[in-house]
């Protein structure tokens, strides 16, 4: 199975449960792809969670240049969140990329966004969060990640669909 179907069957025995603190559910396939989801709520239609994690071990101490692939392949394709992704930083040193909504959501409140990290540090990493802009302190605070169960499982299938060869 794909790592996608393999989290959707997971998820429908998890319906109507709300996790504090979060619950991690992960799944892996057969190419050693792992990915891991901080489930808050799991609901008929959606989730809320924490945090979206894949892990690619075929990644490990790839390029800059390949993590740049990877970051422009998934803005291209990831068209069906509250905002678009663009690559904002890349880090030579630390070898990440770092993905943010441009122009973040400020239709109600304070500026919300997207804050995906793809990196190369053990094996090759994506991570998905979201943020809200906190006025009091001057930085900001992790907001739930609120997503259907239908945009979860073609999010998976473009982060698998995306990922470069080394």
């Given at each position: 199975?794909?790592?996608s179907l393999d989290l959707a069957a997971a998820l429908q025995t998890l319906v109507g449960q709300t996790f504090l603190p979060s619950h991690t559910l992960a799944v892996k396939d057969a190419s050693g792809n792992s990915l891991a989801v901080d489930?808050?709520?799991?609901?008929?239609?959606?989730?809320?969670?924490e945090e979206l994690r894949l892990t690619v071990p075929g990644l490990s101490?790839?390029?800059l240049d390949?993590?740049?692939t990877w970051a422009q392949g998934l803005c291209q394709r990831i068209t069906y969140l509250l905002e678009t992704l663009h690559p904002l930083e890349f880090d030579a040193q630390g070898n990440e990329v770092l993905i943010r909504s441009n122009p973040p959501d400020t239709s109600v409140g304070h500026p919300k966004y997207y804050e995906v990290v793809l990196s190369t540090q053990?094996?090759?990493r994506?991570?998905?969060?979201?943020?809200?802009?906190d006025s009091q302190s001057g930085g900001r605070v992790?907001?739930?990640?609120?997503?259907t169960h239908e945009q979860l499982s073609k999010l998976v299938n473009d982060l698998i669909g995306t990922l470069p060869t080394p």
């Amino acid at each position: 199975m794909s790592l996608s179907l393999d989290l959707a069957a997971a998820l429908q025995t998890l319906v109507g449960q709300t996790f504090l603190p979060s619950h991690t559910l992960a799944v892996k396939d057969a190419s050693g792809n792992s990915l891991a989801v901080d489930l808050i709520c799991v609901e008929s239609l959606g989730v809320s969670c924490e945090e979206l994690r894949l892990t690619v071990p075929g990644l490990s101490a790839t390029s800059l240049d390949t993590l740049k692939t990877w970051a422009q392949g998934l803005c291209q394709r990831i068209t069906y969140l509250l905002e678009t992704l663009h690559p904002l930083e890349f880090d030579a040193q630390g070898n990440e990329v770092l993905i943010r909504s441009n122009p973040p959501d400020t239709s109600v409140g304070h500026p919300k966004y997207y804050e995906v990290v793809l990196s190369t540090q053990g094996a090759g990493r994506f991570t998905l969060q979201r943020f809200e802009a906190d006025s009091q302190s001057g930085g900001r605070v992790r907001v739930p990640l609120r997503i259907t169960h239908e945009q979860l499982s073609k999010l998976v299938n473009d982060l698998i669909g995306t990922l470069p060869t080394p």
